[in-house]
């Protein structure tokens, strides 16, 4: 494999592309007309314009982008994540078309891109499973029927979904009509498939996900979990490894268990398997992610190992250079999200230029990114800036990094998630690690975020004038003494 196109843009695309490059292989960057002065286009060996802004228009045309890489001469294609990468066409276009994708097999996309489906297989493999109807329904009256088997109260999710679309949590059987019709809506507006299917809705849940890698050879590994419980609309925000509520008993039976998911599948390349863990510590399979995640940087800082890389040489046709025994973690890392979004405003977009952009440096922390200063945050994407990531021997010292790591970003023009960062890293229930899936909604708020950072303020306000005072006292001039010394003219 002597060239790689990457079917991305942003961080995801530059990070690839330093693996690629790193391993003494050619990279081709596409990208659309927001993009032409992007940093993965001018750091590529190669760029190509796909078309106009919108995703539709350029990133999600898996025929052009094809038809690139034959022009160039290109061995492989890495679908990153979000866009193609979970689309088991695009794949097969891929394979079609002579051209190594770097990613799972068609099959394996297709089983677990349908919740049902990947339901089915995994519950054959003795994986835990949610109590629930394992098929896909539109009546109501059965819906009701089902909330009575498993209990109130019950979780609606579209067949097809993902990002927390098409989902709704339901208290009561007198709330499941209207739910359901708006759960079934959505799910026809983001994935063209109103099938929604029904499970018990777990309590107090965290969020604990395991990395699976697997070759060609039948060879499939966990390297770990990945705690992910702190989200704003079902979407991750914080991310750490590993998970600080698992007992080493407790990580092999998920591993294990994330591992027969992917032999189920008969799965190649890097995954992740999602679980639900209950505040009893049972665990429940939720779905498994047939690409690479956001949050992958966390599991390479306590294993030592680039995923990227091995997804390469797994495509490549190399077996795993490790079992199972030769990984163990190393220390805790933590990632932060910083989006262009406004904590203050429910989270919501915010576009416009970077005006400042200084990123923090420094021995442990790591800033995967895409922007630059003077740059324009695009309406038409995934509105994510970088990735900020630290490690530290343990976790205290990886949340103190973090802190370290927030105070030295510097970001003005755009409202970011930075400020909810710290809110979240001060809390005694992160720190502690007594929390769940309801963080967001159990502890914050734009006023407490207001508040804290008028205290803040405050503080520093009040340091300041003894820092002023402190300083004046010590340049106070020396009384005047009288002298007969009289100057010369």
Wanted: glycine fraction near 8%; include cysteine.
């Amino acid at each position: 494999m002597k060239k790689i196109l990457v079917a991305n843009r942003g961080e995801i695309a530059l990070r690839i592309m330093r693996t690629a490059r790193r391993m003494g292989i050619g990279t081709v960057a596409v990208y659309s007309e927001a993009d032409r002065r992007a940093p993965h286009v001018r750091f590529a060996d190669e760029a190509v314009l796909l078309g106009p802004a919108p995703s539709a228009q350029s990133y999600l045309k898996g025929e052009k982008i094809i038809e690139i890489a034959r022009e160039l001469g290109v061995d492989g294609i890495h679908p990153g994540y979000g866009f193609l990468s979970e689309n088991a066409g695009f794949a097969r276009m891929v394979a079609d078309a002579g051209i190594t994708f770097i990613g799972p097999r068609p099959h394996s996309i297709d089983m677990m891109g349908n919740k049902l489906a990947a339901k089915e297989a995994a519950k054959k493999f003795n994986v835990p499973m949610v109590p629930g109807i394992e098929e896909a329904i539109t009546d109501a009256g059965m819906a009701k029927e089902i909330g009575r088997q498993v209990g109130y109260p019950i979780l609606i999710k579209a067949s097809a979904g993902g990002g927390g679309k098409g989902m709704r949590i339901v208290e009561r059987e007198s709330e499941l009509e209207e739910q359901m019709d708006r759960a079934i809506s959505e799910a026809i507006s983001a994935f063209g498939d109103g099938a929604v299917f029904i499970e018990k809705y777990v309590t107090g849940p965290r969020h604990v996900e395991v990395q699976v890698m697997g070759d060609l050879h039948g060879n499939i590994v966990y390297l770990f979990e990945r705690e992910c419980s702190i989200q704003r609309r079902h979407q991750k925000v914080v991310e750490e490894a590993p998970s600080a509520i698992l007992t080493p008993e407790l990580r092999k039976a998920m591993g294990e268990a994330a591992v027969r998911v992917a032999q189920a599948c008969d799965y190649v390349g890097a995954g992740t398997v999602e679980f639900l863990v209950d505040e009893q510590r049972n665990f429940y399979f939720l779905e498994m992610n047939t690409r690479l995640q956001v949050e992958h940087p966390v599991t390479e800082m306590i294993t030592g190992l680039d995923l990227v890389e091995l997804q390469i040489r797994v495509a490549r046709g190399e077996r795993l250079p490790f079992v199972q025994d030769d990984l163990s973690i190393h220390g805790h890392a933590l990632e932060l999200r910083v989006y262009a979004e406004d904590p203050l405003n429910n989270f919501l977009p915010s576009v416009g230029t970077l005006l400042k952009y200084r990123i923090p440096e420094g021995e442990g922390i790591r800033v995967d990114g895409g922007y630059e200063e003077g740059m324009e945050v695009p309406i038409y994407y995934d509105p994510m800036l970088a990735k900020l990531v630290v490690w530290g021997a343990n976790r205290a010292e990886a949340i103190q990094k973090m802190k370290e790591a927030i105070a030295g970003y510097d970001v003005e023009g755009v409202a970011t998630t930075l400020p909810f960062g710290q809110f979240v890293l001060d809390h005694p229930a992160f720190v502690s690690a007594d929390f769940d899936t309801h963080f967001v909604q159990h502890y914050f708020s734009p006023e407490k975020l207001i508040e804290r950072q008028q205290e803040d303020a405050h503080a520093a306000a009040l340091l300041a004038l003894r820092l002023h005072l402190d300083h004046k006292r010590r340049l106070k001039a020396v009384a005047s003494v009288s002298s007969n010394w009289k100057q010369k003219r």
